[in-house]
């Protein structure tokens, strides 16, 4: 790109910075610093205002770099996630959103907690917590990285380094001055603009192909060099028994993983009543249903008009393909039409990233100052301190994440998401769904649910191929690989349900039958919910 066109993006990234950070300013001038504020704020929002939040939460750099990026290099394997991130969202909407809302308050810890003792319930839950956010919170690092270093035509880490630094900053403002009303509001201007990225380009590539949807998946498997088997299973997951299990791993972690996600659940708050809540994850799954379907025209257009191996060539892990693609309709790398098309991509694209790390470090430090810290302290904190504690661990979650994030520099950022789904439907949705709907279900069980799933998850990764052993690992030069799959949700999520039924059965203490009696009546009702 010329530096003429450089500017331009630069120009659209700097105004969309500056809006969301006049949001961040105007939300901290009208808040009253209260918890529910902080987390929740205010419980004020309307469902279909939730429900663009929520796609705004889900619709990451994953979805909008990654997912397309997989298609455009492997055709049908890389439809896998579109599937799965969308699947996952039945989960949620029938087993999870309504429930959540009338048990809790601000996180996953409080319906666990509410018919246990609460402690070490508070204490499990929210490491899990924690761990999930910062491997999701690497993924957007990285795509940060990627893109970027496209713009500038410097795929150094120097220029990946000051950029996820960057992101890391702008993160803690506008989670420490603007709470979740900030959040909120940022992540529904990012929906509006990634769905009209999405359907800008998405009309483009059809008109390219004069709406025949056939001719550009024909066009995309003759550009792919892998002919037809671009357009069958196998290219990326087939190859062998390892790779097919690794299939159903994934598989398994993106259906299950979503309801775990901290920061996903955390929205379910932010509406006045359960059945707002439901509302919500009604527009959610019709705008995120709308965007999955787009990006496999993405994808396959990227393949079809730019070829995977010149989206390759930009970004092994294809991380880049859809602003590549943008360049392409717009006219072809140096025009000026290509530029801007360009230009506007990756604007979204980064306002996407920064929408996310913010929802995403909101929930993480709410699960270290609601949970982790008060459940340290022997009385419950008062919330003005509650909130300050958030505000200091948002700063340490974001300094974590950054340094992860320059680590994982060369992984895709869909397959990042992945790892972190696993971890999240291994130690999260177990417990969450025995403490919903098992009535034996102990305190015992709840822990050992969490740390049963948690640990192997996390175990398992860095033992796998992901971590060492391979030309593609973070740590190329050594090898400690013990497990093949490189997601560990096919053996982690299994053993986070059988750990909690253990935990239960082996528990001296016999459940509280009168609080369970009060959650399944208040978490069907709604009587005394928050």
């Known amino acids: 790109m010329t530096t003429e066109h450089q500017t331009l993006a630069l120009i659209l990234f700097s105004l969309f910075i500056a809006v969301t950070l006049g949001i961040t300013t105007w939300v901290s001038r009208n808040r009253h610093g209260s918890a529910e504020e902080f987390y929740a704020g205010g419980r004020l929002f309307s469902p279909l205002e939730n429900g663009f939040?929520?796609?705004?939460?889900?619709?990451?750099?994953?979805?909008?770099?990654?997912?397309?990026?997989?298609?455009?290099?492997?055709g049908y394997d890389g439809l896998l996630y579109s599937v799965g991130f969308l699947v996952a969202w039945l989960v949620v909407l029938f087993l999870v959103a309504e429930l959540v809302r009338n048990c809790g308050r601000f996180t996953l810890a409080d319906v666990v907690a509410a018919r246990m003792s609460e402690r070490?319930?508070?204490?499990?839950?929210?490491?899990?917590?924690?761990?999930?956010?910062?491997?999701?919170?690497?993924?957007?690092?990285?795509?940060?990285?990627?893109l970027v270093g496209l713009l500038l035509g410097d795929s150094g880490t120097a220029a990946r380094t000051l950029t996820v630094i960057g992101v890391g900053a702008l993160m803690v403002v506008y989670v420490s001055f603007g709470g979740m009303r900030a959040t909120t509001w940022i992540q529904i201007v990012k929906a509006v603009l990634l769905m009209g990225g999405a359907v800008t380009l998405t009309v483009l590539v059809l008109l390219r192909f004069h709406g025949?949807?056939?001719?550009?998946?024909?066009?995309?498997?003759?550009?792919?060099?892998?002919?037809?088997?671009?357009l069958s299973p196998g290219l990326k997951y087939g190859g062998d028994w390892?790779?097919?299990?690794?299939?159903?791993?994934?598989?398994?972690?993106?259906?299950?993983?979503?309801?775990?996600?901290?920061?996903i659940l955390s929205r379910f708050y932010t509406v006045p009543t359960a059945r707002a809540a439901r509302r919500s994850v009604v527009w959610a799954i019709a705008l995120i249903g709308g965007f999955y379907l787009m990006t496999i025209v993405l994808g396959f257009g990227a393949a079809a008009l730019v070829g995977p191996d010149a989206?390759?060539?930009?970004?092994?892990?294809?991380?880049?393909?859809?602003?590549?693609?943008?360049?392409?309709?717009?006219?072809?790398?140096?025009?000026?039409?290509?530029?801007?098309?360009?230009?506007?991509?990756?604007?979204?694209?980064?306002?996407?990233?920064?929408a996310v790390v913010a929802g995403i470090t909101l929930a993480s430090s709410a699960s270290v100052a609601h949970d982790l810290y008060a459940s340290l302290k022997r009385r419950h904190a008062r919330q003005r301190s509650e909130v300050a504690v958030?505000?200091?661990?948002?700063?340490?979650?974001?300094?974590?994440?950054?340094?992860?994030?320059?680590?994982?520099?060369?992984?895709?950022?869909?397959?990042?998401?992945?790892?972190?789904?696993?971890?999240?439907?291994?130690?999260?949705?177990?417990v969450l769904l025995y403490s919903?709907?098992?009535?034996?279900?102990?305190?015992?069980?709840?822990?050992?649910?969490?740390?049963?799933?948690?640990?192997?998850?996390?175990?398992?990764?860095v033992l796998s191929p992901v971590v060492s052993g391979s030309a593609d690992s973070l740590f190329p030069g050594v090898s400690f690989q013990f497990f093949p799959l490189q997601n560990p949700g096919l053996v982690s999520i299994p053993l986070g349900f059988l750990?909690?039924?253990?935990?239960?059965?082996?528990?001296?203490?016999?459940?509280d039958e009168a609080k369970h009696a009060e959650t399944e009546v208040r978490s069907l009702t709604g009587a005394g919910a928050v």
């Open 242 to 263: 390892t790779s097919r299990f690794d299939f159903m791993s994934l598989g398994l972690a993106l259906v299950l993983g979503t309801a775990g996600l901290p920061h």
């Open 390 to 430: 958030a505000r200091v661990a948002a700063v340490g979650i974001g300094a974590v994440a950054i340094a992860l994030g320059l680590l994982a520099q060369d992984l895709n950022v869909a397959f990042l998401v992945g790892l972190a789904f696993a971890v999240s439907a291994s130690a999260n949705l177990p």
């Open 120 to 146: 070490p319930v508070r204490i499990a839950a929210g490491t899990s917590s924690v761990t999930v956010s910062v491997l999701y919170l690497v993924a957007q690092m990285v795509g940060a990285g990627s």
């Open 53 to 74: 939040a929520i796609a705004g939460d889900y619709m990451s750099a994953a979805s909008f770099l990654g997912i397309s990026g997989l298609i455009a290099l492997f």
């Open 499 to 511: 750990a909690g039924w253990l935990g239960t059965v082996t528990s001296a203490d016999e459940p």
């Open 436 to 461: 919903l709907f098992w009535r034996s279900f102990t305190t015992r069980g709840a822990v050992w649910s969490v740390y049963g799933g948690l640990i192997p998850a996390v175990v398992l990764v």
């Open 212 to 230: 025949n949807f056939d001719q550009l998946l024909t066009s995309a498997a003759e550009r792919s060099g892998h002919g037809q088997r671009f």
């Open 311 to 354: 989206v390759r060539a930009s970004n092994a892990s294809g991380n880049t393909a859809v602003p590549l693609l943008a360049a392409f309709l717009g006219g072809g790398a140096g025009s000026t039409g290509g530029a801007v098309l360009f230009a506007f991509v990756a604007a979204i694209a980064f306002a996407t990233i920064l």
